[in-house]
């Protein structure tokens, strides 16, 4: 495995809550992205020794389209990493504009 950061390789868990399910639907009332949050804080404690050993995010992407703000700074890294390899200025890895 290669190492993403601090020597250690990047591990993800990608969950896609369901934004008009009924158990969301009184926090996204309020709160734009709050399906998607909720559901990376339901998994933060299922994988907390692997952080000892990996470089871990919670992707989480609502059927709405709103991603985590893991998920973004996840993809926008993925962006900055193939333009420094590729040097190609002109390709950027983006989320599209509901995240």
Same mark, same amino acid.
């Given at each position: ?5 601090? %020597? ?14 009924d ?6 009332? +309020? +709160?734009?992205? #709050?399906?998607?949050?909720? #559901? /990376?804080?339901n998994?933060? %404690? ?10 871990? *995010?919670?992707? /989480?992407?609502? +059927? %709405? ?6 998920? *973004? =700074?996840?993809?926008? =890294?993925l ?21």
């Open positions: 495995m290669l190492p993403w950061a601090k %020597g250690k390789p990047l591990a993800w868990d990608v969950t896609v809550p369901d934004t008009c399910a158990s969301h639907l009184a926090d996204m009332v +309020t +709160t734009a992205r #709050a399906a998607a949050d909720k #559901a /990376a804080t998994k933060e %404690g299922k994988y907390t020794q692997l952080a000892n050993s990996h470089i871990f *995010v919670l992707v /989480a992407i609502e +059927t %709405g389209g709103n991603w985590n703000h893991q998920a *973004v =700074e996840l993809v926008q =890294e962006g900055r990493r193939i333009t420094a390899v590729t040097e190609d200025t002109m390709k950027q890895l983006t989320c599209s504009s509901g995240c």
